[in-house]
């Protein structure tokens, strides 16, 4: 433009293009200072306030909003001044590298919310920075250090009161006092790199609590995945605590917990004392390794327990189920704990598919390595034991199964394993109605050696036993060659068969053979043919059975009656 296109020099301005880009003007300088001095200030309204960018900032705000401020540690971003940054990188808790830390931002707008050691951090000048949290927090950006030195019971209480998804990272984790978790949790370790210790004088009820306030559904919990080894006084490695009115727990998951060392109450125990309607239901307790069991009182509906591995004193598996509940599935585990497995009261509870030995002296109720009775109004109904391997090794007057105030219990593909001489492999009590026995193998619990099943059946309806009949005047026929002893058998679907053969004086019309045993009795009379025989000569004749039990041949005149073919329904 040449030399003519400038303007006339103006004291202490500067020149520069005007605003076209076609010419230059004279520029005032700001503040009436040189620019140059403006721009190497560092007042608010200075220095990169006085440069722009392309987005119609300037230099000052990307640095103070755009830009992250990086400090080593809580500490530090704490004492950054909110005027001058609002965001912010923490490379670590307590120092950079340790595991802590994340990306913060300084929200203008709250001026209220309280410091919780993670989330929120409160500066000394009163900014509440905020942690940026994409899919989970970390124990260590609560300040948990996991060293086993220091104390992380308060950290960890943070991070599991604040957080709703948690991940306990690599570390050993010292606990004073129990942690408790009142909301759903995604609450996760490392496996075996994720460990908790109890102190020495740990004496709270359990490590871990999970209780939900009064009144209050919450779904969707998930505990899982670390090592716990007290070194206190613990009762329980878990307590689900619904004690409260209206407190409820559903949808939870326990699994793939190592307890490393023994507690004096349980792996898991539910308290729920009340009782509340429902309590724990449609929940999942699987892949955990335990030196103690689980008590399950007053426990809901649709409960599995399955691939866990329980042992040293006390129940494997206690269950006590609310009358209105139904399904408790306990399955594919090993169970060798002192006091095996009990069901106090229950509807549609399984045992599948368990390996339950008693290598210690057993200390439970009821003489058997699982136990189901039930002294109270309900009867424990639909109980399925199948395809276990159950074997009660040394102690030698335990019984493998004990069934007692049952209805429609099934005991069937088991294989069994008690003393040939003293013990039991079933013992069905006098209350328990409609067990059925099934294609289970006995052994000897001494040399593991075939024998024969030792059944003491006292209950009402067994079926897939045959039944010894008390004869009332007539006699089994002597010679082995026409048959089996008079009995009596049910198969599970109600249909009763009787077999042997019987001699004696001539038969008059109406005369009772023997009584069947209650459970073994039609609903009404029912009538059905035997073949009878008069001297030489072989025929078919009436036999009716009554609802009170007796066995009666219609037909006068008979010496010998054969039973083999005769059945009815109890149905």
Known sequence: LGDSALPTPVANNVIGWNETGNGFKNYAPVDNSLLSLDLASGAVSKGAALIGTVDGGTVALSLSSKLNRVVDSITALKALDKTKYTRAFVTGYYAAGDGGGGAYWYDSTDTTSADNGGTIIVATDGARWKLIVESFVTVKQFGAKGDNMADDTAKMQNAASVANSIRVTDGTYLLSSSVTMATPKDFVG???????????????????SIAPASGTDPKGWNVSNFEVTNNGAATNIFLLDIAGVGEYLSKLTINKIISNTAVSGYFVELLNSIPNTDG????????NWSLNGYYLDNVGDSVILQRNTTTGAGYGYFVNQLDTASHILIKDGNCTSASGIYIKRGYNVQIDSMQIEMPVTFTGLNSAVVSA???LSTLITNLQITRNSINTQANTTLACVSVDWTDNTQI???TLYCNQTTGNHIVIGANARNTYIG??????SIDGAEIAARITDS???????????????????ADPANGFPVGFFKQRDGEVMLRGNLTGAASTGGQTLFTLHSGFRPNAKAYTRAVFANGATNSQALTQILPTGEVQFVTAGATTVYLDCVSFSTR
């Open 412 to 414: 069937d593909n088991n």
């Open 459 to 477: 209950g009402v309806g067994t079926m897939g036993l045959w039944k010894a009949a008390t004869l009332s005047t007539w006699t089994t026929l």
């Open 280 to 287: 724990l239901f449609t929940s999942v307790f699987e892949d």
């Open 190 to 208: 490392y496996g075996a790199k994720t460990t908790f210790n109890t102190t020495a004088g740990f004496s709270a009820t359990s490590i871990f």
């Open 439 to 444: 294609a289970n193998k006995y052994y000897s």
């Open 373 to 375: 009775t039930n002294a």
